[in-house]
């Protein structure tokens, strides 16, 4: 009368979380997208010998890392 339910529980999918870690198409350099500037340009920032070095580039330019 009062057994198990085999019935699965609904489980709820985990939310999708969007990184900022970007690589350029060019050569590959790991980027973080830093904005959306609008007209298809995107502002990005790359360490390069212990600087921090900001550029706009189009939002072709980058790859998902």
Do not use: W
């Not at 990184?19 to 390069?48: A, C, F, P, W």
């Amino acid at each position: 009368m009062f057994g198990k339910s085999k019935r699965q529980a609904a489980t709820t999918p985990a939310p999708t979380v969007q990184s900022d870690q970007y690589r350029l198409k060019s050569n590959g350099r790991r980027v973080t997208l830093l904005e959306h500037l609008g007209g298809g340009d995107v502002r990005i920032t790359m360490d390069t010998d212990c600087i921090a070095q900001d550029d706009i580039v189009s939002v072709r330019d980058i790859t998902p890392a």
